[in-house]
């Protein structure tokens, strides 16, 4: 989803991508790398309603994976925290 996001906003255009389990995001990493994509940012945490940690994970694959399931204790962040903190645009 990130790859298609960042061809579609273009070189001007920004995409935040949030990817809070640290195997997924080496493996997203790479791609925004081999792709040359300059625009993507890609975020350690997982978006959520507070500011803290929670559990990540699942069963099957990794898009089965969600807050509350799993054993990987992962950051999560409000949108209004990483705007405050200039880490992501209004």
Same mark, same amino acid.
């Given at each position: 989803?990130?790859?298609?996001?960042?061809?579609? $906003? @273009?070189? !001007? *255009?920004? %995409?935040? /991508?949030?990817? &809070?389990?640290?195997?997924?995001?080496? $493996?997203?990493?790479?791609? $925004?790398?081999?792709?040359?994509?300059?625009? %993507?940012? %890609?975020?350690?945490? !997982?978006? =959520?309603?507070?500011? @803290?940690? /929670?559990?990540? +994970? +699942?069963?099957?694959? =990794?898009?089965?994976? !969600?807050? @509350? *399931? @799993?054993?990987?204790?992962? &950051? $999560?962040?409000?949108?209004?925290?990483? %705007? /405050?903190?200039?880490?992501? /645009? &209004?």
């Amino acid at each position: 989803v990130t790859l298609c996001a960042a061809r579609r $906003v @273009g070189p !001007a *255009g920004r %995409v935040h /991508a949030f990817e &809070p389990s640290a195997r997924n995001r080496a $493996v997203l990493e790479r791609h $925004v790398r081999w792709n040359r994509l300059e625009n %993507v940012t %890609v975020h350690a945490e !997982a978006l =959520s309603d507070h500011d @803290g940690e /929670a559990d990540f +994970g +699942g069963t099957g694959t =990794s898009k089965m994976f !969600a807050l @509350g *399931g @799993g054993g990987e204790r992962v &950051p $999560v962040r409000r949108a209004t925290t990483l %705007v /405050a903190e200039g880490r992501c /645009a &209004p």
